[in-house]
Protein backbone atom coordinates (compact mmCIF):
# COMPACT_ATOMS: atom_id res chain seq x y z
CA UNK A 1 0.00 0.00 0.00
CA UNK A 2 0.92 3.52 -0.68
CA UNK A 3 0.69 5.92 2.06
CA UNK A 4 3.00 8.89 1.26
CA UNK A 5 1.29 11.35 -0.91
CA UNK A 6 3.63 12.24 -2.95
CA UNK A 7 4.51 8.47 -4.13
CA UNK A 8 0.43 8.22 -4.41
CA UNK A 9 0.21 11.19 -7.06
CA UNK A 10 3.84 9.92 -8.93
CA UNK A 11 2.73 5.89 -9.04
CA UNK A 12 -1.09 6.81 -9.89
CA UNK A 13 -0.13 9.75 -12.69
CA UNK A 14 2.28 7.30 -13.97
CA UNK A 15 -0.36 4.53 -14.45
CA UNK A 16 -2.87 6.81 -15.90
CA UNK A 17 0.09 7.57 -18.34
CA UNK A 18 0.95 3.78 -19.30
CA UNK A 19 -2.48 3.03 -19.24
CA UNK A 20 -3.84 5.91 -21.38
CA UNK A 21 -1.39 4.95 -24.14
CA UNK A 22 -2.64 1.55 -24.26
CA UNK A 23 -6.29 2.10 -24.39
CA UNK A 24 -4.82 4.60 -27.41
CA UNK A 25 -3.63 1.66 -29.12
CA UNK A 26 -0.67 2.94 -31.48
CA UNK A 27 -1.21 1.46 -34.69
CA UNK A 28 1.81 -1.17 -34.94
CA UNK A 29 5.69 0.02 -35.84
CA UNK A 30 8.40 -2.19 -37.40
CA UNK A 31 10.12 -3.65 -34.65
CA UNK A 32 6.76 -4.92 -33.12
CA UNK A 33 5.55 -6.38 -36.63
CA UNK A 34 9.05 -7.96 -36.82
CA UNK A 35 7.97 -9.74 -33.89
CA UNK A 36 4.30 -10.74 -34.85
CA UNK A 37 4.63 -11.41 -38.53
CA UNK A 38 5.88 -14.34 -37.02
CA UNK A 39 3.02 -15.56 -34.98
CA UNK A 40 0.70 -16.43 -38.45
CA UNK A 41 2.63 -19.65 -39.04
CA UNK A 42 4.34 -20.85 -36.40
CA UNK A 43 3.16 -22.95 -33.88
CA UNK A 44 4.74 -22.85 -30.31
CA UNK A 45 7.22 -25.81 -31.19
CA UNK A 46 8.35 -23.58 -34.16
CA UNK A 47 9.12 -20.56 -32.18
CA UNK A 48 12.25 -22.60 -31.59
CA UNK A 49 13.53 -22.37 -34.66
CA UNK A 50 15.00 -18.90 -35.77
CA UNK A 51 12.50 -16.12 -36.23
CA UNK A 52 11.61 -14.15 -39.40
CA UNK A 53 13.51 -10.71 -39.49
CA UNK A 54 16.31 -12.38 -37.37
CA UNK A 55 14.31 -11.25 -34.11
CA UNK A 56 15.23 -12.91 -30.57
CA UNK A 57 13.30 -13.11 -27.67
CA UNK A 58 13.10 -15.00 -24.69
CA UNK A 59 11.30 -18.69 -25.67
CA UNK A 60 8.91 -17.83 -23.07
CA UNK A 61 8.06 -14.37 -23.64
CA UNK A 62 7.56 -15.57 -27.22
CA UNK A 63 5.12 -18.60 -26.17
CA UNK A 64 3.19 -15.61 -23.78
CA UNK A 65 2.81 -13.19 -26.82
CA UNK A 66 2.13 -16.47 -29.60
CA UNK A 67 -1.15 -16.75 -26.74
CA UNK A 68 -1.97 -13.79 -26.52
CA UNK A 69 -1.99 -13.47 -30.49
CA UNK A 70 -4.18 -16.74 -30.96
CA UNK A 71 -6.69 -15.40 -27.85
CA UNK A 72 -6.84 -11.78 -29.52
CA UNK A 73 -6.68 -12.58 -33.67
CA UNK A 74 -3.67 -10.59 -33.72
CA UNK A 75 -4.74 -7.47 -31.36
CA UNK A 76 -2.38 -5.28 -30.46
CA UNK A 77 -3.81 -4.39 -27.33
CA UNK A 78 -4.17 -8.28 -26.39
CA UNK A 79 -0.47 -8.73 -26.94
CA UNK A 80 0.95 -5.53 -25.26
CA UNK A 81 -1.14 -6.25 -22.04
CA UNK A 82 1.36 -8.36 -20.96
CA UNK A 83 4.19 -5.96 -21.02
CA UNK A 84 1.55 -3.50 -19.35
CA UNK A 85 0.86 -5.67 -16.40
CA UNK A 86 4.94 -6.13 -16.24
CA UNK A 87 5.65 -2.24 -16.23
CA UNK A 88 2.78 -1.55 -13.43
CA UNK A 89 3.67 -4.19 -11.34
CA UNK A 90 7.49 -2.82 -11.50
CA UNK A 91 5.94 0.65 -10.39
CA UNK A 92 4.75 -0.52 -7.15
CA UNK A 93 8.19 -3.37 -6.93
CA UNK A 94 10.24 -0.16 -7.30
CA UNK A 95 8.82 2.02 -4.68
CA UNK A 96 9.27 -1.00 -2.56
CA UNK A 97 12.55 -1.67 -3.01
CA UNK A 98 13.84 2.31 -3.22
CA UNK A 99 12.46 2.70 0.44
CA UNK A 100 14.72 -0.38 1.57
CA UNK A 101 18.17 0.82 -0.19
CA UNK A 102 17.73 4.56 0.96
CA UNK A 103 15.98 7.19 3.27
CA UNK A 104 12.50 8.05 2.32
CA UNK A 105 13.60 11.57 1.26
CA UNK A 106 16.31 10.27 -1.57
CA UNK A 107 13.48 7.07 -2.24
CA UNK A 108 11.17 9.57 -3.30
CA UNK A 109 13.63 11.39 -5.49
CA UNK A 110 14.36 8.20 -7.21
CA UNK A 111 10.39 7.19 -7.91
CA UNK A 112 10.09 10.60 -9.64
CA UNK A 113 12.97 9.78 -12.04
CA UNK A 114 11.62 6.25 -12.64
CA UNK A 115 8.01 7.51 -12.72
CA UNK A 116 8.57 10.35 -14.82
CA UNK A 117 11.20 8.35 -16.92
CA UNK A 118 9.83 7.98 -21.12
CA UNK A 119 11.42 4.52 -21.73
CA UNK A 120 10.47 2.71 -19.12
CA UNK A 121 6.76 3.73 -19.79
CA UNK A 122 7.35 2.98 -23.44
CA UNK A 123 8.26 -0.06 -23.53
CA UNK A 124 5.28 -1.07 -20.67
CA UNK A 125 3.39 -0.49 -23.87
CA UNK A 126 4.83 -2.57 -26.78
CA UNK A 127 5.39 -5.84 -27.94
CA UNK A 128 8.93 -6.70 -27.07
CA UNK A 129 10.13 -8.07 -23.80
CA UNK A 130 12.07 -5.36 -22.16
CA UNK A 131 9.59 -4.68 -19.52
CA UNK A 132 10.28 -8.89 -18.43
CA UNK A 133 13.78 -7.18 -17.97
CA UNK A 134 13.17 -4.80 -15.78
CA UNK A 135 10.53 -6.60 -13.84
CA UNK A 136 12.23 -9.30 -13.30
CA UNK A 137 15.48 -7.60 -12.08
CA UNK A 138 13.15 -5.68 -9.39
CA UNK A 139 11.90 -9.12 -8.36
CA UNK A 140 15.94 -10.59 -7.92
CA UNK A 141 16.82 -7.33 -6.01
CA UNK A 142 13.62 -7.35 -3.98
CA UNK A 143 14.68 -11.53 -3.12
CA UNK A 144 18.36 -10.82 -1.85
CA UNK A 145 17.14 -7.75 -0.13
CA UNK A 146 14.61 -10.05 1.56
CA UNK A 147 17.43 -13.19 2.01
CA UNK A 148 15.30 -15.20 0.28
CA UNK A 149 17.70 -17.88 -1.98
CA UNK A 150 14.86 -20.37 -2.71
CA UNK A 151 12.71 -17.62 -3.86
CA UNK A 152 15.73 -15.39 -5.80
CA UNK A 153 16.48 -19.03 -7.78
CA UNK A 154 13.18 -20.23 -8.25
CA UNK A 155 12.43 -16.80 -9.91
CA UNK A 156 16.08 -16.46 -11.93
CA UNK A 157 14.96 -20.29 -12.99
CA UNK A 158 11.34 -19.10 -14.55
CA UNK A 159 13.05 -15.86 -15.66
CA UNK A 160 15.23 -16.82 -18.15
CA UNK A 161 12.35 -17.83 -20.35
CA UNK A 162 11.50 -14.38 -20.26
CA UNK A 163 14.52 -12.29 -20.29
CA UNK A 164 17.80 -12.84 -21.53
CA UNK A 165 20.01 -10.34 -19.28
CA UNK A 166 18.20 -11.87 -16.27
CA UNK A 167 21.09 -13.91 -15.96
CA UNK A 168 23.46 -10.77 -15.05
CA UNK A 169 21.44 -10.27 -11.81
CA UNK A 170 20.57 -13.73 -11.03
CA UNK A 171 24.79 -13.92 -10.91
CA UNK A 172 25.49 -10.40 -8.53
CA UNK A 173 22.39 -11.34 -6.30
CA UNK A 174 23.43 -14.90 -5.92
CA UNK A 175 27.21 -14.13 -5.16
CA UNK A 176 25.75 -11.20 -2.36
CA UNK A 177 23.27 -14.39 -0.79
CA UNK A 178 26.53 -16.60 -1.12
CA UNK A 179 28.40 -13.97 0.93
CA UNK A 180 25.72 -13.40 3.22
CA UNK A 181 24.27 -16.86 4.19
CA UNK A 182 26.66 -19.01 5.42
CA UNK A 183 24.81 -21.80 6.28
CA UNK A 184 23.15 -21.56 3.11
CA UNK A 185 25.96 -21.83 0.99
CA UNK A 186 26.29 -25.75 0.03
CA UNK A 187 22.51 -25.13 -1.29
CA UNK A 188 23.29 -22.35 -2.85
CA UNK A 189 26.28 -23.44 -4.66
CA UNK A 190 23.71 -26.44 -5.82
CA UNK A 191 21.19 -24.09 -7.04
CA UNK A 192 23.78 -22.28 -8.83
CA UNK A 193 25.16 -24.90 -10.73
CA UNK A 194 21.47 -25.55 -11.13
CA UNK A 195 21.31 -22.66 -12.75
CA UNK A 196 24.22 -22.17 -14.88
CA UNK A 197 23.31 -25.78 -16.23
CA UNK A 198 19.73 -24.17 -17.47
CA UNK A 199 21.37 -20.87 -18.52
CA UNK A 200 23.95 -23.08 -20.87
CA UNK A 201 20.85 -25.18 -22.11
CA UNK A 202 19.05 -22.28 -23.23
CA UNK A 203 22.10 -20.42 -24.80
CA UNK A 204 23.14 -23.46 -26.99
CA UNK A 205 19.65 -24.61 -27.74
CA UNK A 206 18.13 -21.66 -28.38
CA UNK A 207 19.32 -18.31 -28.16
CA UNK A 208 22.62 -18.59 -29.80
CA UNK A 209 20.64 -20.80 -32.76
CA UNK A 210 18.89 -17.89 -33.29
CA UNK A 211 21.77 -15.04 -33.47
CA UNK A 212 23.72 -17.62 -35.16
CA UNK A 213 20.70 -16.88 -37.66
CA UNK A 214 21.22 -13.81 -37.57
CA UNK A 215 24.82 -13.03 -38.23
CA UNK A 216 23.97 -9.38 -39.59
CA UNK A 217 22.24 -8.13 -36.07
CA UNK A 218 26.18 -7.72 -34.83
CA UNK A 219 27.10 -5.67 -37.72
CA UNK A 220 24.87 -2.72 -37.53
CA UNK A 221 25.86 0.58 -36.33
CA UNK A 222 24.03 0.66 -33.27
CA UNK A 223 25.74 -2.82 -32.06
CA UNK A 224 29.10 -2.32 -33.42
CA UNK A 225 29.67 0.67 -30.55
CA UNK A 226 28.11 -1.40 -27.86
CA UNK A 227 30.86 -4.10 -27.99
CA UNK A 228 33.99 -3.08 -26.18
CA UNK A 229 37.16 -2.31 -28.40
CA UNK A 230 39.53 -4.59 -26.88
CA UNK A 231 41.99 -4.50 -30.02
CA UNK A 232 42.52 -1.04 -28.50
CA UNK A 233 41.72 -2.02 -25.00
CA UNK A 234 43.60 2.17 -23.86
CA UNK A 235 40.44 3.34 -24.85
CA UNK A 236 37.53 1.11 -22.87
CA UNK A 237 37.41 3.89 -19.61
CA UNK A 238 36.61 6.38 -21.79
CA UNK A 239 34.42 3.91 -24.30
CA UNK A 240 32.47 2.96 -21.06
CA UNK A 241 32.21 6.69 -19.80
CA UNK A 242 30.66 7.13 -23.21
CA UNK A 243 28.27 4.40 -22.96
CA UNK A 244 27.26 5.07 -19.08
CA UNK A 245 26.79 8.92 -20.37
CA UNK A 246 24.56 8.25 -22.84
CA UNK A 247 20.91 6.51 -23.78
CA UNK A 248 22.23 3.57 -21.30
CA UNK A 249 21.63 6.35 -18.48
CA UNK A 250 18.15 8.17 -19.89
CA UNK A 251 16.72 9.07 -17.05
CA UNK A 252 14.22 10.96 -16.39
CA UNK A 253 15.37 11.57 -20.11
CA UNK A 254 19.04 11.87 -21.88
CA UNK A 255 20.34 10.53 -25.33
CA UNK A 256 23.85 9.61 -26.85
CA UNK A 257 27.06 11.68 -27.11
CA UNK A 258 27.11 12.16 -23.56
CA UNK A 259 23.48 13.62 -23.40
CA UNK A 260 22.66 11.48 -20.14
CA UNK A 261 26.13 13.06 -18.43
CA UNK A 262 23.72 14.47 -15.47
CA UNK A 263 22.46 11.41 -14.42
CA UNK A 264 25.28 9.52 -14.36
CA UNK A 265 27.02 12.28 -12.33
CA UNK A 266 24.03 11.56 -9.82
CA UNK A 267 24.53 8.28 -9.82
CA UNK A 268 28.24 8.56 -8.91
CA UNK A 269 27.78 11.06 -6.05
CA UNK A 270 24.43 8.68 -4.73
CA UNK A 271 27.14 5.34 -5.13
CA UNK A 272 29.91 7.27 -2.97
CA UNK A 273 27.21 8.29 -0.44
CA UNK A 274 25.76 4.44 -0.47
CA UNK A 275 29.76 3.35 0.29
CA UNK A 276 31.12 5.96 2.60
CA UNK A 277 27.12 5.01 4.73
CA UNK A 278 28.98 1.18 4.59
CA UNK A 279 26.15 0.15 2.69
CA UNK A 280 28.68 -1.45 -0.07
CA UNK A 281 26.26 -4.62 -0.35
CA UNK A 282 23.47 -2.35 -1.49
CA UNK A 283 26.21 -1.08 -4.33
CA UNK A 284 26.89 -5.13 -5.01
CA UNK A 285 23.06 -5.83 -5.52
CA UNK A 286 22.32 -2.98 -7.91
CA UNK A 287 25.56 -2.67 -9.78
CA UNK A 288 26.86 -6.31 -9.86
CA UNK A 289 26.07 -7.07 -13.09
CA UNK A 290 27.73 -5.02 -14.99
CA UNK A 291 30.76 -7.26 -14.81
CA UNK A 292 29.03 -9.99 -16.05
CA UNK A 293 27.64 -7.63 -19.14
CA UNK A 294 30.86 -6.52 -19.88
CA UNK A 295 32.18 -10.46 -20.31
CA UNK A 296 29.01 -10.99 -22.05
CA UNK A 297 30.16 -7.94 -24.76
CA UNK A 298 33.34 -8.99 -24.57
CA UNK A 299 32.20 -11.96 -26.34
CA UNK A 300 29.71 -10.13 -28.44
CA UNK A 301 26.94 -12.08 -26.72
CA UNK A 302 25.09 -8.79 -25.88
CA UNK A 303 25.39 -5.13 -25.91
CA UNK A 304 26.95 -3.08 -23.37
CA UNK A 305 24.44 -0.02 -23.54
CA UNK A 306 23.55 1.35 -26.84
CA UNK A 307 20.28 1.86 -25.83
CA UNK A 308 17.93 2.06 -23.31
CA UNK A 309 16.03 -1.28 -23.87
CA UNK A 310 18.52 -3.81 -23.97
CA UNK A 311 20.23 -2.45 -20.37
CA UNK A 312 16.84 -1.16 -18.49
CA UNK A 313 17.46 -3.69 -15.91
CA UNK A 314 19.69 -1.28 -14.77
CA UNK A 315 16.78 0.88 -14.38
CA UNK A 316 16.51 0.00 -10.45
CA UNK A 317 20.37 0.78 -9.63
CA UNK A 318 20.41 4.18 -12.06
CA UNK A 319 16.80 5.72 -10.73
CA UNK A 320 18.30 4.66 -6.85
CA UNK A 321 21.79 6.11 -7.06
CA UNK A 322 20.57 9.66 -8.77
CA UNK A 323 17.45 9.34 -6.29
CA UNK A 324 20.15 9.41 -3.98
CA UNK A 325 22.53 11.97 -5.60
CA UNK A 326 19.98 14.21 -6.21
CA UNK A 327 18.20 14.31 -2.52
CA UNK A 328 22.18 14.98 -1.28
CA UNK A 329 22.67 18.33 -4.23
CA UNK A 330 19.08 19.41 -3.76
CA UNK A 331 18.79 19.62 0.26
CA UNK A 332 16.43 22.71 0.76
CA UNK A 333 13.16 21.64 1.72
CA UNK A 334 11.14 22.76 -0.88
CA UNK A 335 13.73 20.98 -3.37
CA UNK A 336 11.54 17.77 -3.13
CA UNK A 337 7.75 18.80 -4.04
CA UNK A 338 9.05 21.38 -6.76
CA UNK A 339 11.30 18.09 -8.55
CA UNK A 340 7.98 15.97 -7.83
CA UNK A 341 5.65 18.38 -9.51
CA UNK A 342 8.19 18.68 -12.69
CA UNK A 343 8.12 15.02 -12.90
CA UNK A 344 4.64 14.97 -12.87
CA UNK A 345 4.56 17.64 -15.11
CA UNK A 346 6.12 15.41 -17.85
CA UNK A 347 4.20 12.97 -17.38
CA UNK A 348 1.52 15.04 -18.01
CA UNK A 349 3.19 16.07 -21.29
CA UNK A 350 3.69 12.99 -22.24
CA UNK A 351 -0.09 11.94 -21.62
CA UNK A 352 -0.87 14.81 -23.46
CA UNK A 353 1.40 13.99 -26.84
CA UNK A 354 0.20 10.51 -26.23
CA UNK A 355 -3.28 11.56 -26.86
CA UNK A 356 -2.44 14.27 -29.56
CA UNK A 357 -0.14 12.15 -31.92
CA UNK A 358 -1.68 8.67 -30.76
CA UNK A 359 1.13 6.70 -32.87
CA UNK A 360 5.09 6.28 -32.39
CA UNK A 361 5.61 7.85 -36.26
CA UNK A 362 3.10 9.52 -38.29
CA UNK A 363 4.25 6.71 -41.22
CA UNK A 364 2.64 3.98 -39.01
CA UNK A 365 -0.38 5.64 -38.99
CA UNK A 366 -0.69 6.28 -42.54
CA UNK A 367 0.39 2.80 -43.59
CA UNK A 368 -2.74 1.74 -41.35
CA UNK A 369 -4.71 3.52 -43.25
CA UNK A 370 -3.37 2.28 -46.60
CA UNK A 371 -4.14 -1.40 -45.32
CA UNK A 372 -8.05 -0.22 -44.48
CA UNK A 373 -8.03 1.02 -48.24
CA UNK A 374 -6.96 -2.46 -49.21
CA UNK A 375 -9.11 -4.03 -47.46
CA UNK A 376 -12.34 -2.03 -49.06
CA UNK A 377 -11.39 -1.97 -52.23
CA UNK A 378 -9.77 -5.31 -53.65
CA UNK A 379 -11.76 -8.22 -53.77
CA UNK A 380 -10.75 -11.62 -51.78
CA UNK A 381 -10.24 -13.67 -55.83
CA UNK A 382 -8.07 -10.72 -56.80
CA UNK A 383 -4.03 -11.53 -57.01
CA UNK A 384 -2.47 -8.64 -54.90
CA UNK A 385 1.33 -7.78 -55.74
CA UNK A 386 3.84 -6.19 -54.14
CA UNK A 387 6.46 -3.95 -55.69
CA UNK A 388 9.83 -3.51 -54.14
CA UNK A 389 12.10 -0.46 -54.50
CA UNK A 390 15.45 -1.06 -56.47
CA UNK A 391 14.06 -4.63 -57.07
CA UNK A 392 15.84 -6.19 -60.10
CA UNK A 393 13.33 -8.37 -61.75
CA UNK A 394 14.51 -12.47 -61.52
CA UNK A 395 16.58 -11.67 -58.67
CA UNK A 396 15.48 -13.49 -55.53
CA UNK A 397 14.62 -11.14 -53.01
CA UNK A 398 15.46 -10.81 -49.10
CA UNK A 399 12.83 -8.94 -47.16
CA UNK A 400 14.33 -8.86 -44.17
CA UNK A 401 16.36 -6.17 -45.72
CA UNK A 402 13.64 -3.33 -46.32
CA UNK A 403 13.19 -3.49 -42.31
CA UNK A 404 10.60 -2.77 -40.22
CA UNK A 405 8.59 -0.83 -42.67
CA UNK A 406 7.71 -3.46 -44.59
CA UNK A 407 7.18 -5.60 -41.64
CA UNK A 408 4.63 -3.66 -40.61
CA UNK A 409 2.75 -3.18 -44.07
CA UNK A 410 2.88 -7.02 -44.67
CA UNK A 411 1.79 -7.67 -40.82
CA UNK A 412 -1.24 -5.47 -41.38
CA UNK A 413 -2.16 -7.18 -44.32
CA UNK A 414 -1.98 -10.44 -43.58
CA UNK A 415 -4.30 -9.17 -39.88
CA UNK A 416 -6.11 -7.14 -41.64
CA UNK A 417 -6.74 -8.44 -45.34
CA UNK A 418 -6.15 -12.18 -44.55
CA UNK A 419 -3.03 -12.47 -47.06
CA UNK A 420 0.13 -10.58 -48.16
CA UNK A 421 0.92 -9.77 -51.04
CA UNK A 422 3.14 -11.55 -53.80
CA UNK A 423 6.33 -9.56 -53.25
CA UNK A 424 8.68 -12.01 -55.20
CA UNK A 425 6.62 -12.04 -58.73
CA UNK A 426 7.46 -9.10 -61.59
CA UNK A 427 4.69 -7.10 -60.89
CA UNK A 428 5.30 -4.81 -63.35
CA UNK A 429 4.42 -7.43 -65.66
CA UNK A 430 1.97 -9.09 -64.00
CA UNK A 431 -0.22 -6.11 -62.89
CA UNK A 432 -1.71 -5.59 -66.53
CA UNK A 433 -4.12 -8.35 -65.72
CA UNK A 434 -7.49 -6.83 -64.69
CA UNK A 435 -7.20 -9.45 -61.81
CA UNK A 436 -4.58 -8.08 -60.33
CA UNK A 437 -3.71 -5.26 -57.89
CA UNK A 438 -0.45 -3.95 -56.76
CA UNK A 439 0.62 -2.37 -53.42
CA UNK A 440 3.87 -0.49 -54.27
CA UNK A 441 6.30 0.03 -50.73
CA UNK A 442 8.44 3.11 -51.11
CA UNK A 443 10.38 3.34 -48.26
CA UNK A 444 10.06 3.44 -44.17
CA UNK A 445 8.78 6.75 -43.77
CA UNK A 446 6.97 6.96 -47.22
CA UNK A 447 2.99 6.07 -47.63
CA UNK A 448 2.69 2.72 -49.77
CA UNK A 449 0.73 3.15 -52.83
CA UNK A 450 -1.94 1.04 -54.16
CA UNK A 451 -2.73 0.34 -58.07
Aim: glycine fraction near 8%; charged fraction near 15%.
Amino acid sequence: MVKNRWAFALIGLCLVWRLTRLLLDFPVWGDEAMVAINFFDSGYGDLFSPLEYGQIGPLGWLWLEKLMFDIGDGSLLVMRAPSFLAGAASVFLFWSIAQRIVEQRAALFALAIFCASYYPMRYSIELKPYAFDLLIALLIIECALSKSPRRLFLIAGIGVFFSLPSMFMAAACGLYLFQQLASERKWLLVAGALLIAEYAWMTHSFTSVHADAAPWLREMDMWVTAFPPLSEWWTIPLWLIDRHAGYMSAYPTGGSDYGSTATLLLQIIGAVVLWRKSQKQYLWMLWGSLPFLFIASSLQAYPYGGSVRVAIFLAPAICICSGLGLSQVMRHKKSLPIFASLMMLMMVGGIYKDVAEPYKSKSDLVVEQVVSHVVSTVGNDVVLLGHLPDRVPGESVELRTYGGGLARLRYLLRRDFGRDADWTSDSSLEALSAEAAVIYYKGHDEAPTLR
